[in-house]
């Protein structure tokens, strides 16, 4: 069953009409005691109708016209028409006469025809068409369509009763039906089209059609002058791109004010610029009216954008990371251009209190450095604001956060740790730079983050050193504990809670069952491997295994970072039976490892994954030395091997025939 949903407009709130200019359209009105036009064919500049408000319509009846109609000027075109469908109106053969504003809007919708419409030589390389439509009955649903696209409509109401015409139209590609008279298919090309109308119940048809031009022109801008000299001298410019239609001229407008303009053409192409001078810093607001010569009379078109003159180019605040004494050097970097730097004007302040005793380096000009130390700034984040004070040309205020963080723990251990970053930022993004924040059971700095160079191979370790260990990982989608907001770091200066907050998601549900994380190339000769894990829900049942031992835990959720004191929660899963599904925990501790190669997988069937891993060297410093077989001395039964390595490695010797290519660490 096909619903209409109806709506009950009055014509004075229907959608109105005003045209500044026109293009050349040709119009064509199915007369049934409802002619716009002159009944003899001959051509008439004084009915006017139709949502592409013009005169010049042409009336089938009596002469019935189908080949080379008039277009709105009253000159001939190739344009052919074709129909043979019967005729019928809304008001019991009564003209209705003329509307109150002066249009023939009544007269053109009254009558119909009920067949097919075929054009066919339409003599534009670009043009809409419209189409109106009636029946004699208001609760008539039905289809509208060009053969590419269909429209459904519910016949409007009322559209002729009121003192003036109602237009709607509709736009509705699905089954909507909704209320119209009207619809128009845009952007067209070709010579022929086929307007087909059908009704589900009762019947109607055609009022009129019209095939109107398409003069069009895109625009693209660029040159907003952001950073001009410090006379405010900039280049204004618009470039106006044909695509249909020749561009005759332009008229730039600068905060309303039209300036002279320089067209320069290269094809299709029109640069339009005007040289300011004595440009104020602040917002200002471009214009361009465009004008084209594809119509007559001519197609006006507009285009406007506003940009902002800045007193200074790049302004750059950085923080560096602060020491556990929390007196971190605060930097700001100006490059100086519309205006030089005026010191003794200039402030700075760190979570809305000034700060004193700038420093200004102008040593590296045109950048000019403004620098101080903060002293004793409490651990977790913080937002700073410079306003720059200009000579002579005003100012400009920039804000940034930044954390303070405590000094990174004096390791004893290497340590290579990796986030998964879903709102939960441990490390720079880049996956390049050292940092110094630290995260984890054991707390390591410079952990590497997924996102966004989702670097794979060679992982730093916490002294800013690569490695050889590569890491891949499997799972359904990215989730975050507490949603798509970053926590922040801990009260103590830690990054744990946005280091729990990410996590590798999958579920027995979802197209990946379990959440995997594949490390190869582990670069210690034995190590402890950390695995944290998260859900967002708390109390969902799971194990977490690395081939050898699996532990089991039920989900800590979002208790693990939102905390009274906010410090993340770190509760270790220590059951290896399934006891330890009453047990909530986040992270679980495999030690005594050597395999070069580890498979860490974590099944929480009702949705969870890994947020983190961190895999702590627990036998010498540096990295794993492979043997290096130095002879082989077969006497009798007897077989004596001599290799140099890391004397406190553990090898295995596999015996093959070919004793030579069995020998491996």
């Not at 249009?103 to 670009?126: A, H, R, S």
């Not at 040159?223 to 332009?250: C, D, I, Q, R, W």
Request: hydrophobic share 40%; glycine share 10%; aromatic share 10%.
């Amino acid at each position: 069953m096909r619903i209409r949903y109806k709506t009950v407009i009055a014509a004075s709130l229907c959608m109105m009409v005003t045209l500044f200019a026109q293009a050349r359209s040709v119009n064509f009105n199915f007369d049934s005691y409802g002619g716009i036009g002159n009944s003899d064919g001959s051509f008439n500049n004084s009915m006017t109708g139709g949502v592409y408000a013009t005169a010049g319509w042409i009336n089938d009846w009596w002469v019935y016209p189908k080949t080379d109609l008039m277009d709105n000027a009253g000159v001939s075109t190739s344009l052919d028409i074709d129909y043979s469908g019967a005729y019928a109106n809304q008001t019991g053969n009564v003209h209705p006469g003329m509307d109150a504003d002066g249009t023939y809007n009544k007269e053109m919708l009254n009558g119909f025809q009920m067949g097919m419409v075929t054009l066919d030589q339409i003599p534009y390389d670009l043009y809409d068409i419209y189409v109106y439509f009636a029946s004699t009955n208001y609760a008539d649903i039905g289809t509208i369509s060009n053969g590419d696209i269909t429209f459904s409509f519910g016949v409007l109401d009322n559209m002729i009763d009121g003192a003036n015409s109602a237009f709607m139209q509709t736009t509705d590609e699905g089954l909507g039906y909704p209320d119209a008279n009207y619809a128009v298919f845009s952007d067209l090309s070709g010579e022929s089209q086929y307007i087909s109308i059908s009704f589900d119940s009762g019947f109607g048809g055609i009022c009129a059609i019209q095939v109107v031009e398409s003069a069009r022109l895109s625009f693209s801008f660029d040159g907003a002058p952001v950073n001009a000299a410090a006379s405010g001298t900039a280049s204004l410019t618009a470039t106006v791109t044909e695509e249909s239609g020749t561009f005759k001229a332009a008229t730039l407008y600068l905060d309303g004010v039209p300036v002279a303009v320089n067209n320069t053409r290269t094809g299709s192409v029109n640069v339009v610029s005007y040289e300011v001078e004595g440009l104020l810093s602040g917002v200002h607001t471009g214009r361009v009216d465009a004008v084209s010569t594809a119509s007559d009379p001519l197609v006006v078109q507009s285009y406007s954008w506003t940009f902002e003159r800045l007193s200074f180019g790049d302004v750059i605040c950085s923080p560096g990371f602060a020491t556990a004494s929390r007196n971190p050097t605060l930097l700001v970097d100006v490059v100086e251009g519309a205006s030089m730097v005026d010191e003794g004007a200039t402030t700075l302040s760190i979570d809305g209190i000034s700060v004193d005793s700038l420093v200004f380096d102008r040593s590296s000009a045109p950048t000019t450095t403004i620098s101080c130390v903060v002293g004793e700034l409490a651990f977790g984040m913080h937002t700073g604001e410079v306003f720059i004070a200009g000579n002579p040309n005003g100012g400009q205020t920039n804000t940034w956060t930044f954390a303070v963080v405590p000094e990174p723990p004096v390791d004893t251990a290497q340590v290579v740790s990796w986030n998964f970053d879903s709102y939960g930022t441990v490390n720079s993004p880049d996956g390049m730079t050292y940092s110094p924040v630290s995260a984890g059971i054991y707390p390591a700095a410079n952990w590497n983050n997924s996102w966004r160079s989702s670097r794979h191979t060679n992982l730093m370790d916490n002294a800013g050193v690569d490695t050889t260990l590569d890491i891949d990982w499997v799972f359904d989608n990215d989730a975050a504990v507490i949603g798509s907001i970053h926590p922040g770091p801990d009260t103590d200066g830690s990054f744990n809670r946005e280091m729990l907050q990410g996590y590798l998601n999958a579920g027995a549900s979802g197209s990946v069952k379990q959440s995997t994380v594949v490390l190869s190339q582990i670069p210690y000769a034995e190590y402890t491997l950390y695995v944290y894990f998260s859900s967002d829900v708390a109390g969902r049942q799971g194990t977490v295994t690395d081939g050898a031992t699996t532990y089991y835990f039920n989900t800590y959720g979002p208790d693990s970072i939102n905390t009274d004191d906010g410090n993340a929660v770190f509760v270790e899963a220590t059951d290896t039976t399934d006891a330890g599904y009453a047990v909530a925990a986040n992270y679980a501790v495999f030690s005594g490892l050597t395999a070069r190669d580890r498979t860490i997988i974590c099944d929480i069937p009702v949705w969870g994954g890994i947020a983190g891993i961190q895999v702590v060297n627990a036998g010498p410093v540096g990295p794993v030395v492979e043997p290096v077989i130095t002879g082989i001395d077969v006497s009798g039964s007897g077989v004596t091997l001599s290799w140099s390595a890391d004397n406190t490695g553990t090898y295995s010797i596999e015996r093959k025939t070919n004793l030579a290519s069995g020998i491996r660490s």
